[in-house]
């Protein structure tokens, strides 16, 4: 059957929609299937020679591909003595799960943060691989953590062996994480007399050992729950059961009874990180580096601060290039010409940066916060950390109302200033431990602040903006003798008539608190 008319129109006037250069290097999303209408029609041939040309990009970036993966072989395979070859990469998160959890549990599971790294060595002439894994509870993964965890098995190894001279680093290209001007500045100055150089591999084909690595950690806890029933509510206890207990002997000494090949573990180290550790926050000012997407090789170019070299591919061809001698590899028509950049920095004191995390903390909480939202304080006074509170509307800046005149005067401070008018929830200890503290609402609540105000019942409070942290609209559990009351409501009278209405925190909310409290000494506006 025919089509006719408008259908034949339409379905004739169509043609590939192809990605640019720079959606190739961000994300490499070849989606040759989407369609969309065109202005006119062509020949196949016209059609043939778009095709060529947009599929040069592809082909560009198989080419990379392959020659990063192969040069990561050899890398390794020819590592000299006094080098080190390192893959790190962060994994999935562990949840901690257990048999008898209930419904409400699967949304606020404790996590841990899980960075394997295989570090390879020649030992007597052969590489061996061993691997490192880092645990934490601190759940953001910057490139602080990275450089963090980079430093230490640098420190570690440099024990074992004081002639370390060469780190060569593997790793995807995340910009977030790995790939980012400020690792580029840390390869320049940070490990003193070591040389380091930071191999990244193309976009979509950064997978190795390392997940191999996270994948066996994860097992191991899991089989240890499902099959064992052991209970792991925290970080350090999955920590402890990795490092320290008898289970994990095989887990920490492999055994291997066929050949060993290029990527067999040999022994595995764990490394707990607690939150607090590293400084998220506190970043160099430094201009971007020019090219940094389309190049995957980066050199700090004599260990003196902000000096940095980086070409288009890795090269482990010759001996030359396992000593960073740029200038006597003979293979620069594969990895391009160097390029140095002598001044990273934006200034000469390099000032930590802050405001710029905050001013987008800031924009989130002007959208998410509304009437009912539970929110966190972030506390300045000396009566605790945090706090919990259950906002009373949106945002906003203060007025000439009575209510917002008795603000200024509490928060010492002028209308331009955003505030938020909360319910605060108290803490009451019910058992010995922190994770049994109960969070109470007064049934019966006061419209006005408790410094202007007598009566005995719950009044509000009025905090900055700037002190909202995340998470934002958190939910509470509502604990199992408040279930039983609450349904036996008809005997015991509806929720308006009990006194307080108690809540608890699940396990995960708290990790997610400590996660982005920022630390006591940050002041800003």
């Known amino acids: 059957m025919q089509l006719q008319g408008r259908k034949r129109k339409r379905l004739l006037n169509i043609k590939p929609k192809f990605p640019s250069r720079s959606q190739l290097n961000q994300q490499v999303s070849l989606s040759f299937l989407h369609l969309y209408n065109c202005t006119r029609n062509s020949a196949a041939y016209d059609f043939i020679q778009l095709y060529a040309q947009q599929c040069r990009l592809f082909f560009q970036h198989r080419e990379v591909a392959h020659w990063q993966a192969q040069q990561y072989d050899k890398c390794i395979d020819g590592l000299p ?97 790995l790939k980012n001007r400020y690792q580029c500045y840390w390869l320049t100055y940070k490990l003193g007399n070591v040389r380091v150089r930071h191999n990244f591999f193309q976009s979509c084909h950064g997978k190795g050992p390392s997940d191999s690595e996270g994948a066996v950690v994860k097992s191991y806890l899991r089989r240890l729950t499902f099959v064992f029933n052991k209970r792991i509510n925290t970080s350090k206890e999955a920590y402890d059961w990795c490092a320290v207990a008898k289970e994990g002997e095989r887990l920490r000494n492999p055994q291997h009874k066929g050949q060993k090949k290029r990527h067999t573990i040999m022994s595995r180290s764990f490394t707990f990180v607690h939150n607090g550790d590293v400084d998220h926050l506190s970043t160099p000012d430094l201009k971007p580096v020019e090219g940094i997407k389309s190049h995957f090789c980066f050199t700090g170019a004599s260990g003196s601060q902000g000096e940095l070299e980086f070409t288009e591919r890795s090269c482990y061809e010759d001996a030359s290039c396992f000593e960073f001698e740029t200038s006597k590899c003979n293979h620069t028509r594969y990895t391009g010409p160097c390029v140095k950049d002598l001044d990273m920095q934006e200034n000469t004191n390099a000032t930590p940066t802050t405001r710029a995390a905050f001013q987008t903390l800031a924009k989130k909480v002007k959208k998410a916060v509304k009437q009912n939202t539970n929110v966190v304080i972030r506390l300045r006074a000396d009566d605790g950390y945090f706090c919990l509170a259950k906002a009373t509307g949106k945002v906003r800046k203060l007025t000439s109302s009575e209510i917002d005149k008795q603000a200024k005067q509490l928060l010492a401070t002028n209308h331009l200033v955003d505030v938020v008018f909360v319910w605060q929830y108290a803490e009451e200890a019910t058992g010995s431990s922190s994770a049994s503290k109960q969070y109470t609402l007064e049934a019966e609540r006061c419209d006005q602040l408790r410094e202007f105000c007598q009566c005995k019942m719950q009044h509000m409070s009025v905090y900055k903006a700037c002190c909202i942290r995340e998470p934002i609209g958190f939910k509470l559990k509502v604990p199992d003798d408040g279930v039983r009351l609450r349904r036996g409501k008809r005997a015991h009278g509806s929720e308006k008539q009990m006194k307080k209405l108690a809540y608890v925190m699940p396990a995960g909310l708290r990790q997610n608190i400590d996660n982005n409290l920022d630390p006591v000494g940050v002041e800003f506006e």
């Open 81 to 177: 003595q006094n080098h080190i070859a390192i893959l790190i990469d962060y994994s999935m998160n562990f949840s901690h799960i257990h048999l008898e959890e209930v419904a409400g549990e699967h949304w606020a599971h404790a996590q841990t943060t899980l960075v394997p790294v295989v570090v390879y060595k020649n030992i007597n002439g052969k590489v061996e691989a061993h691997s490192r894994i880092y645990m934490s509870n601190d759940l953001n993964h910057s490139n602080k953590m990275v450089q963090f965890i980079l430093e230490d098995t640098t420190k570690k190894e440099q024990t074992l062996n004081p002639d370390l001279a060469k780190l060569h680093i593997w790793s995807d290209g995340c910009g977030g994480q």
